[in-house]
């Protein structure tokens, strides 16, 4: 599979039907065969899709009222997908409801290719965690709709779906019901080792590692600190897999102003470096001969410095530094 084939599919066909409707072409039927179509080339997609906006394609809603592919309001909203192990056509339903509309409403507000964090949403009935690709469909100036390609999160567990990873410019770790590494592509890997500045074979960073250990005590959904390698910063995001009792963490890498140690002392430096070891403070203040209260101390003028949150945050700080 070509690198880039999820976000071209996404813009490609948003930009087909931006087109089809700038020239006058408003049948539903070759806009649901283009998407049939892009569904059947590409097994590695679960869904492809469209919802448009009231009226935004043709100005004939209510004449297609609960017709196949439609809802009530008769908006072409058309969900080609694979759920039920064969291709077929329903609606994409609760488009218009905050929170669970999410993944139409907030890349329509955005107006601008957008990657969805991992979230579930029911093909043929059966609720599946997905991610989705998606991308605005522009007329004369107007955001008129979104296109969308839905990938199984349980896919990417599969070296051969390195390629999905590169093109959402998202990296995975799959995480066991203990938070071990069950699976995390080269890719990937190799993306968390740049930031961290170590190389990482099957386990992950000991101060990651307990970070997420205390995310999956209460199995909320989270960001993790952040890394930050110069300009570059990498975001994590910690879930719950729902169908499972395994965990996923999303790598995301962006540009913003770098977070520098350069202003710690010497003592507080050696306390940090002992953090990214995963020590506490007990084990921290009988290595460096120092009391357990000093090390407490210490460990907060690190926080304040670093403008962190909590020891986690300052300990993966640390690994970035030379």
Not at 45 to 54: A, I, K, N
Not at 156 to 168: D, N, S
């Amino acid at each position: 599979m070509h690198a880039t084939s999820v976000t071209s599919t996404a813009k490609a066909l948003a930009g087909t039907f931006a087109a089809m409707r700038e020239i006058g072409i408003t049948d539903r039927r070759l806009f649901d065969a283009i998407l049939r179509e892009t569904l059947a080339q590409n097994p590695q997609y679960l869904g492809v899709w469209s919802v448009w906006e009231p009226n935004a394609l043709d100005g004939r809603d209510l004449e297609f009222a609960n017709e196949p592919g439609h809802d009530g309001t008769g908006r072409f909203v058309p969900l080609w997908n694979r759920g039920g192990g064969t291709i077929h056509l329903e609606p994409n339903l609760g488009y218009d409801i905050p929170g669970l509309g999410d993944w139409y409403q907030v890349p329509m507000r955005a107006q601008t290719e957008t990657v969805l964090d991992p979230y579930e949403f029911s093909f043929a009935g059966r609720q599946m965690f997905i991610t989705s690709q998606v991308a605005p469909i522009f007329y004369r100036g107007q955001c008129v709709g979104i296109t969308g390609v839905d990938i199984a999160l349980d896919e990417l567990e599969r070296p051969e779906a390195m390629g999905i990873e590169e093109a959402l410019s998202r990296g995975y770790i799959f995480l066991n019901s203990r938070g071990e590494v069950e699976y995390w592509s080269s890719r990937t890997r190799d993306l968390l080792s740049r930031f961290i500045g170590t190389r990482l074979h099957d386990e992950l960073p000991a101060a990651l590692a307990g970070h997420v250990a205390r995310l999956r005590r209460s199995g909320e959904p989270a960001e993790l600190p952040p890394l930050r390698r110069g300009a570059a910063v990498l975001r994590l995001k910690f879930a719950r897999h729902p169908q499972s009792a395994k965990f996923l963490i999303t790598l995301e890498e962006s540009t913003v102003e770098a977070c520098s140690t350069a202003g710690l002392s010497t003592r507080e430096r050696e306390v940090l470096e002992w953090l990214g070891q995963g020590k506490s403070n007990g084990e921290i203040g009988i290595i460096l001969g120092i009391s357990t209260h000093t090390v407490k101390r210490h460990v907060e003028r690190v926080l304040a410095k670093l403008g962190v949150e909590n020891r986690y945050a300052a300990a993966l700080v640390g690994l970035q530094q030379p």
